[in-house]
């Protein structure tokens, strides 16, 4: 399994993005995707989850502006992000969760600044 993130960069307050995240050798009937961040200085966060069936979740704080997808044909996830605000910055983590194995993707870096 490899992750490849991509789609990130500087966006005003307000914009929006859409982040890709190439998963070859994923198997979305099996594996459960998902999008972190690391601000720096914090934590690795939750910012949304997609399961085999297609149940999503959300962190808190990007509930109703960030919408996560997938394309099984293309194995790739995307994370739409919306009204994006200066907090949202952060480098932004794939990950692929399989039955006793997790995968990270190498990040990409999403800056939200006027």
């Known amino acids: 399994v490899q992750l490849q993130a991509s789609g990130g960069g500087l966006v005003q307050p307000g914009g929006s993005l859409r982040l890709s995240c190439a998963a070859s050798?994923?198997?979305?009937?099996?594996?459960?995707m998902g999008w972190y961040r690391q601000a720096p200085g914090k934590q690795r966060a939750l910012v949304a989850s997609?399961?085999?069936?297609?149940?999503?979740n959300y962190g808190d704080s990007v509930k109703g502006r960030f919408t996560i997808s997938r394309d099984g044909a293309k194995n790739t996830v995307y994370l739409q992000m919306n009204s994006l605000k200066p907090e949202d910055t952060a480098v932004y983590y794939c990950?692929?969760?399989?039955?006793?194995?997790?995968?990270w993707g190498q990040g990409t870096q999403v800056t939200v600044s006027s």
């Open positions: 990950r692929l969760q399989r039955t006793g194995s997790l995968y």
């Open positions: 050798g994923s198997d979305f009937s099996i594996d459960a």
């Open positions: 997609i399961t085999p069936i297609g149940i999503t």
